[in-house]
């Protein structure tokens, strides 16, 4: 969730197996995803300060110098850290395969695996966008959604089915949520975190994802599509107008069971949907 970059408590590794994960195996992916969470930095993984002076991504390291001292801030002037990871660059995309970590035992170390899941409509939508996928009249279109889908249907069953001993650490949020209702949903996510949601993050919540906060909501900051600035409420059922009729009746052919499932998982008493 972006709202923990702003919070001054927290030391934020935006996505550290981004230019490693394609040629890296997985115990190597789970070493560096146990040192971003233990404030150990490499160049590779605090690439996100770089990027937006270096040519190309690969190239987007900065100096050691620089990261050993993010290091010691890390360590020293933050109360937690984030480490925020697209699923597709862990092992094998299985959250199973984060278990190592999640039941990490140190002294002073708490760690809680907050797992977000999008509407595949909207998220295979963006991935078109992007061309991380191809347009659902592809001979490779099907194969593709369908792994995409199951993937998503281990990882919530892989969280709902966690052992008594290690389930306080894990915790599902639908996208829809944190867009339908930020300040309800931030103040969970803080609570589930173990930490305080102060004032100054909660104003920045409600100037960032209300469109109405012409100040936060410049045009250029609105149509980026990294920004944090964004009218959250809009942006929950916008695949609706961008994707085709014919590319989301294949979605939803090919997701049905996960469709199914995030529908069945709202209804019940382990996930709070909220709605308007």
Not at 103 to 118: C, E, K, N, Q, S
Not at 179 to 196: C, H, S, Y
Not at 223 to 232: A, E, G, W
């Amino acid at each position: 969730m972006d709202v923990c970059c702003f919070v001054s408590q927290v030391f934020e590794v935006y996505e550290p197996l981004r230019l490693i994960y394609r040629n890296s195996d997985n115990e190597t992916k789970l070493q560096v995803l146990q040192a971003s969470l233990s404030c150990v930095l490499t160049p590779k993984t605090v690439w996100k300060l770089y990027e937006r002076i270096c040519r190309t991504l690969s190239t987007c390291e900065p100096p050691l110098e620089q990261v050993e001292e993010l290091s010691h801030k890390c360590k020293h002037c933050f109360s937690g850290t984030v480490v925020k990871v697209l699923p597709h660059r862990i092992p094998g995309g299985k959250l199973s395969s984060l278990l190592p970590v999640l039941t990490y035992r140190a002294v002073g170390v708490d760690i809680r695996l907050l797992h977000v899941v999008r509407d595949p409509r909207a998220s295979i939508n963006s991935r078109i966008k992007l061309g991380w996928f191809p347009e659902f009249n592809h001979t490779k279109f099907t194969k593709m959604v369908e792994n995409y889908c199951n993937v998503i249907i281990d990882n919530i069953e892989f969280g709902q089915n966690l052992d008594d001993s290690v389930k306080h650490r894990y915790k599902l949020v639908f996208y829809r949520d944190i867009a339908a209702q930020p300040l309800n949903t931030a103040k969970e996510i803080f609570t589930f975190a173990g930490m305080d949601l102060d004032e100054n993050t909660f104003e920045w919540i409600k100037a960032t994802t209300n469109l109405s906060n012409k100040a936060e909501a410049n045009k250029a900051n609105f149509k980026s599509p990294y920004s944090l600035v964004r009218n959250s409420k809009a942006n929950i059922e916008k695949w609706r107008i961008e994707s085709p009729p014919e590319r989301t009746n294949a979605i939803e052919n090919i997701c049905k069971p996960l469709l199914e499932l995030i529908d069945e998982l709202s209804m019940s008493e382990n996930v709070h949907w909220i709605t308007e």
